[in-house]
């Protein structure tokens, strides 16, 4: 088991994880999502994420939200001064990006004894979590992900990221499952974001290169049941679509790295403050150097 994890993780980019959350653990993971609705910010402060516009990269607000509970609004659920032009349990595109230090429910799933182990399978020895993310993909107004690499966002050297990705709906062609490139992680590192040397700049944030013109023909729906986890290596492509269904498409999601084979980039957008570690696997909380 142990090999054949690793070996299809290599093979393909990424591995599905049939039935790793039970229908109570995916029920009190749903329900801790949708709690977070219920403590949205004020007008002022409601920051969209899009990544097809990404304003974003111009906001200090994303860059800071390392160590904090942050809210990002769908493109079109806000108008200009940040009021809700739809109901605000389906205005999210997402919360993120310390839910794994921050928020007990997230916390245990995060830390549980199946992501340990399926940690071990893959070969990590020091596996350290990055960041997590509740994804809503709400109906209607679930916007596009464009075809991406998560190391051109959280780059290492060398490429030990893994993303672990849980349904927490079924995950169908209609409502917005992922999409893979099968072996393009093979491909390389094709751009990176990071954080703009450039003091004077208005963009917080720049590519290295320009977004890479992917064809359609190289992607295959991977349509999956709520429960099940997905492993996404750091370098294959993949994208969801539009929500164009009646359903949610919720799901939570982390990144988590091998610090003893690798590297986090000091270049990379999310950056702890100054004395603090990434929290290893086996704990629970930020270590500080200091």
Same mark, same amino acid.
């Given at each position: ?6 070996? +299809? $993780? %290599?093979? &393909?980019?990424? @591995?599905? /994880? ?47 939200s390392s160590d904090k509970v942050s809210y990002f609004f769908e493109n ?6 940040? +009021? $809700? %032009?739809? &109901?605000?349990? @389906?205005? /999210? ?92 992680h093979r491909s390389g590192v094709h751009r990176r974001l990071i954080r ?95």
């Amino acid at each position: 088991m142990h090999d054949s994890i690793r070996t +299809k $993780l %290599l093979q &393909d980019g990424y @591995v599905i /994880l049939d039935d790793f959350l039970s229908d109570a653990e995916v029920k009190e993971l749903k329900t801790a999502g949708e709690e977070l609705t219920d403590d949205l910010p004020e007008e002022s402060s409601r920051t969209v994420f899009s990544t097809t516009q990404p304003k974003q990269n111009k906001d200090k607000y994303f860059l800071e939200s390392s160590d904090k509970v942050s809210y990002f609004f769908e493109n079109g659920a806000v108008d200009e001064s940040g +009021k $809700l %032009l739809v &109901d605000a349990k @389906v205005s /999210l595109n997402k919360v993120g990006h310390a839910l794994h230090l921050l928020h007990p429910t997230f916390e245990k799933y995060t830390f549980s004894n199946k992501v340990k182990e399926t940690c071990w399978q893959l070969g990590f020895s020091e596996p350290v979590i990055v960041q997590s993310m509740y994804i809503y993909k709400n109906p209607g107004v679930g916007s596009e992900v464009v075809a991406h690499q998560d190391a051109t966002f959280l780059h290492t050297e060398p490429t030990e990221l893994v993303g672990f990705w849980f349904a927490l709906d079924d995950a169908t062609v209609e409502n917005g499952c992922l999409w893979f490139a099968p072996g393009s992680h093979r491909s390389g590192v094709h751009r990176r974001l990071i954080r703009n040397p450039d003091p004077n700049s208005d963009e917080l944030l720049i590519f290295t290169a320009p977004a890479p013109l992917y064809q359609s023909s190289i992607f295959q729906p991977v349509p999956v049941r709520k429960g099940t986890c997905v492993l996404i290596h750091g370098q294959v492509v993949h994208k969801s679509e539009h929500n164009k269904s009646q359903h949610p498409r919720h799901a939570y999601t982390f990144h988590v790295f091998d610090k003893k084979r690798a590297k986090y980039s000091p270049e990379n957008w999310l950056q702890l403050k100054e004395g603090y570690n990434f929290p290893a696997l086996y704990k629970s909380a930020p270590v500080s150097d200091v």
